[in-house]
């Protein structure tokens, strides 16, 4: 790529990451954090944005965020107070600068006039309208990129014999400073002809010399059309440290012929240099750089323009830059994971074959390939650690979300967010964008109450939803969690038995109210409102969490709120599973979803007419389905009791039983999308090698029990329940 | 062997810039993220010219030139300040503490390699 290109992409990286410095600094002193560095931290992220457009001209971008810094440097010198207002406004205002940035990433358009009107309520902001006008100039000075390079108002040479003298005399702050004399008259002499003289009168006798004291002057005639203007920009870094005066040498010529380009003679010029020599070392100064008129003015005089020696060979630096990371395109990750999961199922048929050729346990190929197992299983997490990335991206997206419905729906709201850190794969967070979004409008549009509900039920007129991250058990889970009112269980009933979800007799328990909002159909686009809506309901949420290969179950509280839990697996490259034998076939079941396995006993299992079957665990009963039958390897049921069960929890925590043949033992197995391979077969998630090289299904349980159970069976269990 | 420019910024697309225009005007390019960090590098690197950022965090470019100033090992390092035209108070602050120039944003390769120039031989 080419290099500008890259840095290019590097600048709008680092722009997401300051956007985030910026939100979360001003949420912070919203909440009211009072610590100067979070405001100097939030002014930098500004001006680093502001810098870098400047680099690469995006001046819509500039514009902007310079107005954006002028108010954040007002608020860091304590002339503008952090109130709630100003906080919100500034916090709108990074919204338009994050939209600016987007812009100018992928070139789509932003709002000009909400531009405007962010930028005027930003200067409105400025305690003292004086400097408002100052700072609009300063913003010109910013909208204009291009070199002007020759524009100081400085009259032109007159006309004559074109040159100039140059009369030059460096205090001590120069050299304190690190300046040069002798690169001053070296960039002299890239302006023409030159002609140096030295004034060494003001040289002191030895014993009296302070060598960081500066005695010396020069004297400069420059021949050529070079204007004053450049010869002042020469001196500009000296400015106020050096007597300086700049005359055409016509003006001088008129004064008189005496004073007009007198050479010293060499001669005296190198005994001061030999004279200086001494001096450094009688006087023992603590470094050679501090004696700077020393050795360099003779050299000045002597050469008068061969100054445009940058160093020369490639400089490659020894020690690269400090930096803890490095980026690698994901396509070589993903290959990686590709070749490992060979390596996995490679290792696996080996030693299968292995054990197969009768070698002992205690043998040493055995044993090494227990290392080898082992290891394999290291190099997997290793790499699988690779992809993973805290979900700290996708959180970060929300609070704008949370202002932006907040004002729609016109209920205040405030966004706690814990877990940032939290680690999960990639894919994970990418596909989890668009459900947490989904769900967050929910929590404030349907979740939260009015602000004039919420005070007569006594709650903060502010509602709170909280987001969250963590991981248990192998798997992540997030939540989703409001203060509102919790699901109105009678509205959601009869909304269900309206659209013939379930029956008007059905008597459901409060959690299967709750979760019939995941079911398709419940929500429709009539009742969608603009905000949560979108056409789309709780069951998509529902199937791109189950997508995911995850759960998405729902608790709620009258009064006190809903919280929706998500949990997800970390990886989509392997999975913990219990491989089983049906009918002769081997399928493995995601161990996570699996609550026990148990031996049914004849008295447990009672038919329901037809193929439905429950069996009693403990006090309740459950469906059992024949995964044989399901899947289609058999026709008839298979007697319970010569089989195993596995019970099984599916989303929305209800429970299932899994009739299988035989248990063949638990193993970690790699992923293969039957999708990619061949295409999607309803309950089966994806495919996997085992260690004999045949390929296993890999069941979808939820699916499963989906499409086995039908809507009667619910009602079944619960027929039983009650009287079991 | 070639002068070695320190490069001290807290951002790191300015990093990157200003490695791209050194290394390719033919200077090694030592980098620090901050002040703090920007003196640990000067102890091991010795540079030539320093090239300094203002607004850091931890420690901001103010800071970094005084340090640099009060070792009398470094006195006689040039460092430029990146600033912006329309800050004179930082520029002048910054000459306070020693800076020896200033090299105006927005960045431009060759302002800055003419600025080099024109504070190290």
């Not at chain 1, 969690?481 to 309206?498: C, L, P, Q, T, Y």
């Not at chain 2, 420690?59 to 800050?87: A, C, H, K, N």
């Amino acid at each position: 790529m080419d290099p500008l290109a890259a840095i290019r992409e590097t600048f709008f990286q680092e722009c997401e990451e300051q956007l985030a410095e910026l939100e979360n600094g001003l949420l912070a002193m919203e909440a009211g954090d009072t610590d100067p560095e979070t405001i100097n931290a939030v002014f930098r992220a500004v001006h680093s944005i502001k810098g870098g457009a400047g680099a690469f001209s995006l001046e819509a971008l500039v514009r902007f965020a310079h107005v954006f810094e002028t108010a954040l440097d007002e608020m860091r010198s304590g002339r503008l107070a952090p109130t709630n207002e100003v906080l919100k406004t500034l916090l709108r205002a990074a919204d338009v600068l994050a939209d600016h940035v987007r812009a100018a990433h992928d070139g789509s358009a932003v709002d000009e006039a909400h531009t405007a009107e962010l930028a005027e309520e930003l200067k409105a902001l400025d305690p003292n309208g004086a400097t408002a006008g100052e700072e609009s100039e300063g913003e010109e000075d910013w909208g204009d990129f291009e070199f002007k390079p020759m524009s100081v108002d400085v009259p032109a040479a007159p006309a004559g014999p074109s040159g100039w003298r140059v009369s030059f005399k460096p205090r001590a702050d120069l050299y304190a400073k690190a300046n040069e004399a002798a690169l001053l008259l070296r960039e002299l002499g890239r302006l023409g002809q030159t002609t140096v003289e030295l004034d060494a009168s003001g040289l002191p006798a030895l014993t009296e010399l302070d060598p960081e004291a500066a005695y010396l002057a020069w004297t400069v005639t420059v021949t050529g059309d070079a204007d004053e203007t450049s010869i002042r920009e020469v001196f500009e870094f000296v400015d106020g440290d050096c007597e300086l005066e700049v005359s055409p040498l016509a003006a001088v010529a008129a004064e008189g012929e005496a004073s007009a380009t007198p050479v010293e003679d060499p001669g005296e010029t190198l005994d001061i240099g030999a004279l200086l020599a001494r001096v450094q070392a009688v006087a023992e100064p603590p470094s050679p750089q501090q004696v700077p008129p020393a050795a360099p003015a003779p050299a000045a005089v002597a050469t008068p323009a061969d100054p445009s020696s940058p160093p020369d060979g490639q400089g490659q630096p020894r020690k690269p830059e400090a930096g803890a990371t490095i980026r690698v395109d994901l396509e070589r990750v993903d290959r990686l994971i590709d070749l490992v999961g060979e390596l996995v199922i490679n290792q696996a048929m080996l030693s299968q074959r292995v054990m197969e050729a009768g070698f002992a346990r205690a043998s040493g190929v055995a044993m090494g390939l227990d290392e080898l197992e082992q290891l394999t299983r290291e190099i997997q997490d290793s790499v699988m650690a690779i992809r993973a990335q805290p979900v700290k991206s996708v959180f970060q997206r929300m609070p704008r979300l949370v202002r932006e419905v907040a004002a729609m729906t016109g209920k205040p709201v405030r966004l706690v967010t814990e877990g940032e850190g939290t680690e999960v794969d990639k894919t994970v967070i990418e596909r989890l964008a668009d459900p947490l979004t989904h769900m967050i409008r929910n929590a404030i549009d349907h979740g939260l109450e009015s602000p004039e509900k919420r005070a007569a039920a006594g709650k903060p007129a502010e509602g709170v939803v909280r987001l969250t991250a963590a991981h248990r058990s192998g798997r992540i889970v997030i939540e989703v969690a409001d203060d509102g009112g919790g699901i109105n269980r009678e509205r959601v009933k009869s909304i269900a038995i309206e659209k013939g979800l379930v029956a008007p007799d059905a008597a459901l328990s409060d959690e299967e109210i709750d979760n019939l909002i995941f079911m398709p159909g419940f929500s429709t686009a009539s009742e969608v409102s603009d905000i949560s809506g979108r056409g789309v309901g709780m069951d998509v949420v529902r199937r791109s969490i189950q997508a995911l290969g995850g759960r998405i179950t729902i608790s709620s509280r009258p009064g006190k709120g809903s919280t929706f839990t998500m949990s997800l697996p970390l990886t989509l490259a392997v999975l913990d599973g219990m491989v089983v034998s049906v009918q002769g076939q081997t399928l493995v079941a995601p161990i996570t979803a699996i609550v026990e396995t148990l031996l049914p006993k004849a008295g447990d299992v009672h038919s329901l007419g037809g193929s439905a079957r429950v069996i009693a665990i403990r006090d309740t009963y459950v469906p059992l389905i024949d995964v044989g039958m399901a899947l289609g390897y058999r026709a008839g049921p298979l007697d319970a009791t010569q089989g195993v069960a596995l019970l099984i929890e599916g989303e929305g925590g209800a429970r299932a039983a899994l009739l299988v043949d035989a248990i063949q033992g638990q193993r970690q197995v790699v992923i293969k999308s039957l999708e990619a391979n061949y295409r999607q077969v309803p309950g089966v998630a994806a495919a996997t090698i085992l260690g004999d090289g045949r390929v296993a299904l890999i069941l979808d349980i939820d699916t499963i029990v989906a499409v086995s159970r039908g809507a009667d069976s619910l009602r079944a269990e619960k027929r039983l329940a009650a009287t079991g | 062997m070639s002068m070695t420019v320190l490069t001290v910024d807290d951002s790191r697309t300015m990093r990157e810039m200003l490695r791209l225009a050194l290394t390719e005007a033919g200077y090694r390019v030592v980098q620090a993220e901050d002040g703090l960090h920007g003196l640990e590098v000067l102890a091991a690197e010795a540079p030539t010219v320093i090239v300094t950022d203002i607004n850091m965090p931890r420690m901001d470019g103010f800071g970094f030139i005084e340090e640099v100033r009060s070792d009398p090992q470094y006195r006689g390092v040039p460092i430029l300040v990146l600033t912006t035209e329309s800050d004179a108070e930082k520029k002048n602050r910054a000459r306070m503490a020693g800076a020896t120039g200033w090299i105006v944003k927005p960045f431009n390769p060759v302002k800055l390699v003419d600025a080099i120039r024109r504070v190290a031989a």
